[in-house]
């Protein structure tokens, strides 16, 4: 068997591409964990979330963004509708549609969630990492916004 030898450097890019991608995803759990999400399923909070991001759409475009069939996506929506979070209306050119958008009582759910993780990312910052570590961390913020932008 042939092992081709990797370079230190390339090694350790490696590993920290490796630890970095389960760090955010441990991180994207917690920070799940502290939304209160309630019995809102990940579907269901992906369609709520798109709906904040990009505005109303049909059963069919959020089906197609969300790749899955639009009947599944019918079934998402309703019970995003029975939570009161969703609402339909005609579409405005094709009788057969309903645009659907997120209700006030929705918007207020989405920023009470957000304000509830910020809120626990800024206490824990706070306890848990020394004033230098803390500006330490506000520089591998600049650092992964690079990597987003990439």
């Given at each position: 068997m042939n092992k081709r030898k990797v370079d230190p450097e390339t090694a350790r890019v490696s590993a920290t591409a490796g630890e970095l991608r389960?760090?955010?995803?441990?991180?994207?759990r917690r920070l799940r964990e502290e939304a209160h999400a309630g019995d809102f399923t990940p579907s269901q909070i992906s369609v709520l979330s798109r709906l904040e991001r990009e505005g109303p759409a049909t059963v069919t475009t959020l089906a197609q963004a969300e790749g899955v069939r639009p009947q599944s996506m019918?079934?998402?929506?309703?019970?995003?509708?029975?939570?009161?979070?969703?609402?339909?209306?005609?579409h405005p050119t094709d009788g057969r549609q309903t645009v659907l958008s997120l209700?006030?009582?929705?918007?207020?759910w989405i920023k009470a969630s957000r304000a509830a993780r910020e809120d626990w990312l800024f206490r824990t910052i706070q306890a848990k990492l020394s004033l230098a570590e803390q500006k330490k961390l506000a520089g591998?913020?600049?650092?992964l916004k690079r990597l987003v932008d990439a």
């Open positions: 389960v760090l955010i995803g441990q991180f994207r019918g079934a998402t929506v309703s019970a995003l509708q029975a939570a009161g979070f969703v609402i339909g209306s005609p209700t006030p009582a929705c918007r207020e591998a913020v600049e650092l």
